[in-house]
């Protein structure tokens, strides 16, 4: 039986600690390309939360009662891209019903959420680690959690960094990537917290 204390450390380590973005630098392209606003990073956050945390939960099932059984666990990765896809469409198709301006803000980095590496690298992560259903979730929605942090955190500095007197040197991407660089340095400081 899974303890509330191991739940609530996993919780902890991937969000903060084993940051997906910041630690283990998944992720990278939305997290650069949808910073700019804190709204639209929420609302990439949101749909990654969404999309991690039952994708993991999918994939948990499937590969626990499908594959192994089958003894097919070597189709996993292609098994879990469909799943993602799946649910980036269902995701895709939302947003344009009901929220039409963040997914026009979102534009290209929607559909990327399908390919990208933090959604994949998390359903591996969960069998790799061996991790049961309820904990994979788990690690989904804090490795989802972490990446919303990570972006919100970039876009408020984005936001104000556009009042700032940069040099014309460093405008643009390069202060966005060093600016990105110091927040994972700050992180690298939660490593030794569990």
């Known amino acids: 039986m899974i303890e509330v204390k191991e739940l609530l450390v996993i919780l902890i380590s991937s969000s903060i600690i084993s940051n997906v973005v910041l630690s283990q630098f998944l992720g990278l392209c939305p997290f650069l390309g949808v910073s700019k606003k804190v709204n639209t990073a929420a609302g990439m956050g949101m749909a990654l939360v969404f999309v991690i945390t039952l994708s993991s939960a999918v994939a948990g099932v499937i590969y626990k009662f499908i594959l192994v059984p089958n003894e097919i666990e070597y189709l996993q990765t292609i098994v879990f891209i469909l799943v993602i896809a799946a649910l980036v469409q269902f995701v895709e198709m939302f947003l344009k019903k009901f929220m039409k301006s963040l997914y026009e803000a979102l534009g290209v980095y929607l559909p990327l959420i399908t390919t990208n590496c933090a959604v994949l690298g998390?359903?591996?992560?969960?069998?790799?680690?061996?991790?049961?259903?309820?904990?994979?979730?788990?690690?989904?929605?804090?490795?989802a959690l972490g990446f919303t942090i990570s972006i919100i955190i970039l876009a408020g500095l984005r936001e104000k960094m556009a009042y700032n007197d940069v040099p014309e040197s460093f405008q643009g991407m390069p202060i966005v990537l060093l600016t990105a660089g110091l927040m994972a340095i700050a992180f690298c400081g939660f490593s030794g917290l569990l």
């Not at 992560?125 to 690690?139: A, M």
């Open 122 to 143: 998390v359903a591996l992560t969960n069998v790799q680690k061996e991790y049961g259903i309820l904990t994979g979730i788990v690690n989904g929605f804090a490795t």
